[in-house]
């Protein structure tokens, strides 16, 4: 990713580089442990399960879209704050809706959140030339992987059942 924008041109500065590989390493990192069996039972045990602890970690995650409006959009600052604002807004008012709603429903609904967030920033803004991975990244592993509590695959025999 940073090796592509060396190669095609980019010109980043190493602010950009740096803001570039913190975005890729966390969010390839997140979808992996918050999509993994182990992830979900560490991060979803009983102390987290209310609405407000789900709620109180999205604090931290509108790091993300601040980066991409930062570093990588192009435009006069009211644009890139308008866009940031949109994306980290649409982030928290989805994952209420997730978290608030029934449990067997929160995975098609975090679905069809994440679907309609990627149809909507194509028809209502460009997304990030340099990188165009962001928001629907983001958006999955924020919608699909992080508010989806669900009971994690044992395989059969390799658990103790009482």
């Known amino acids: 990713m940073c090796g592509g924008a060396l190669i095609?041109?980019?010109g980043w500065s190493l602010a950009q580089h740096a803001a570039a590989s913190f975005l890729a390493a966390d969010i390839?990192?997140?979808?992996?442990i918050f999509s993994s069996s182990a992830g979900k039972r560490w991060w979803h045990r009983a102390a987290r399960r209310t609405t407000f602890e789900q709620m109180k970690w999205l604090l931290a995650v509108g790091a993300h879209p601040f980066l991409?409006?930062?570093f990588f959009r192009d435009g006069p600052l009211v644009e890139r704050a308008r866009w940031y604002l949109v994306a980290y807004g649409y982030l928290i008012a989805a994952v209420a809706l997730i978290v608030c709603a029934p449990l067997p429903s929160r995975r098609v609904?975090?679905?069809?959140l994440l679907v309609l967030a990627v149809m909507a920033e194509h028809a209502?803004?460009?997304p990030c030339a340099q990188l165009p991975w962001l928001l629907p990244?983001?958006?999955y592993k924020y919608l699909c992987c992080y508010p989806i509590r669900e009971e994690p695959y044992v395989p059969e025999g390799n658990c103790k059942r009482d």
């Open 8 to 10: 095609g041109g980019f």
């Open 28 to 32: 390839a990192v997140g979808v992996v």
């Open 68 to 70: 991409g409006a930062f």
């Open 109 to 112: 609904l975090g679905a069809c």
């Open 124 to 126: 209502l803004a460009e």
């Open 137 to 139: 990244l983001y958006y």
